[in-house]
């Protein structure tokens, strides 16, 4: 059965730290997806990145890092030098080649950004 | 280009009620997927259809349905409202062609049952 879990429940820093948000995922199946998206207080789950089983190349857009790590079934997410706009809920998600039109998400690391 | 919309943004309702929830998705995608976040499950994926066909459902009562219609907008209903069906749904909508790409989400409609 598929599986993300988020150890980090709640995480606050100060502005300009950097920050890492774990994710580690189970999955029988050698092709599948994985997620990351941001939930400000609005509501609305914003995609941030998008990665698939056969791509481990770590990836950087900006401010935001993600290390794909298979060997250890994990997908983290770094903030490099946080901002106050960055705080939010942060979820990881998973979904498989069979039942791809299906999401299964970690329970969310809240991140507070303190100036 | 407009994103996914759903109506309404807030309602409360009373046990024993029903209720329903719209999503229009994002001109183009042809499929919507539903989720219920709460903070006790976390989001919960409740059913995705595609072209008016329900492609796949979550592990949910019959309490809870949808539907969609010809122009891609959904509807999901929730029969004999429980106090637990107080939730945030959400509604996702696809790109054309790419059953594995990412989801793009509403703000949702929050539930609050009395």
């Known amino acids: 059965a598929q599986k993300v879990t988020q150890a980090q429940t709640e995480i606050s820093v100060v502005e300009k730290e950097d920050v890492t948000l774990d994710c580690v995922y189970e999955?029988?199946?050698?092709?599948?997806?994985l997620f990351w998206y941001k939930q400000p207080p609005s509501g609305e789950l914003v995609f941030l990145i998008r990665?698939?089983?056969?791509?481990?190349q770590n990836e950087i857009s900006g401010r935001y890092s993600w290390n794909f790590q298979k060997s250890t079934s994990s997908f983290n997410f770094t903030i490099t030098a946080s901002q106050v706009v960055d705080s939010a809920v942060y979820f990881c998600a998973l979904s498989d080649s069979n039942t791809g039109n299906q999401f299964y998400f970690g329970t969310g690391t809240s991140l507070t950004v303190i100036p | 280009k407009a994103g996914v919309t759903q109506t309404p943004r807030y309602l409360i309702k009373t046990r024993g009620q029903q209720v329903t929830l719209s999503c229009s998705p994002i001109?183009?995608?042809?499929?919507v997927s539903w989720y219920q976040q709460t903070p006790g499950q976390g989001l919960q994926f409740l059913f995705e259809y595609f072209s008016e066909t329900q492609r796949n459902k979550g592990n949910f009562p019959g309490r809870f349905s949808g539907r969609q219609f010809s122009n891609s907008r959904s509807e999901m209903n929730v029969s004999t409202l429980e106090l637990g069906d107080s939730a945030l749904y959400l509604c996702a909508s696809r790109r054309p062609g790419l059953n594995t790409g990412e989801l793009f989400f509403g703000e949702g409609s929050r539930l609050t049952v009395l």
């Open positions: 001109s183009g995608h042809r499929s």
């Open positions: 990665r698939n089983s056969f791509d481990e």
């Open positions: 999955t029988r199946d050698t092709t599948y997806y």
